[in-house]
């Protein structure tokens, strides 16, 4: 049977908000990135700004990650929210994110971008977990042009957004967000183009044992 459940890691500039939406509307599965946060915020009954942070005085560094990784307004990028106030702790944080990553895999499955969804189902049938990455200097003039900032700020930019993800991936799981066992599939997404990305990831899907 086809995958249920499509994780997609991505890169800062990789083109993961682009892919996964692409792969949702071929397959006819619903694409969840910032429904999950969404829904955490609604289950833990705070502004969504505030349940994407927690206690600052207990690490200032993942309080900022998953404010970064919270909403994603641009193509290849995240914006931080404005109201991060400290008032969920990361484990709540995680714990709720979980439940909803669960729930789509119990329920009618669909693409998921980020939140180590490739790590919290890793042990579930019927899944497809597909890494997109490419060359981090190609990277940063994809995220200049698309944005019309300059490459300096691009590379600040995908410095800081590479290393929350990564970071994320690391705290809570203790796991790295490049080893290619998480994956069933890794893709240079920056030598090849979206379109056929997409195409690689909906066969893949496809014909998942």
Known sequence: MPAKVITISASFGAGGSIVGPGVAKQLGMTFLDRIIPATVAEELDVPLGRALAHDEKASGLIARLIARLGTTALPYGATPVADTQPVVEEDVFREH??????????????????????????????????????????????????????????AALLEEADRARETYVRHFYK????????????IDSIAIAPEACVQLVVDAARSIA
């Open 97 to 154: 994110t979980e439940e909803v990553i669960r729930e789509v895999a119990d329920g009618e499955g669909g693409v998921i971008l980020g939140r180590a969804a490739a790590v919290v189902l890793r042990k579930r049938p019927h899944m497809l977990h597909v890494r997109l990455d490419g060359d981090q200097q190609a990277r940063v003039s994809r995220v200049a042009e698309w944005h019309g900032i300059t490459t300096d700020r691009a």
């Open 175 to 186: 796991a790295d967000a490049h080893d290619a066992r998480l994956y069933h599939l890794k």
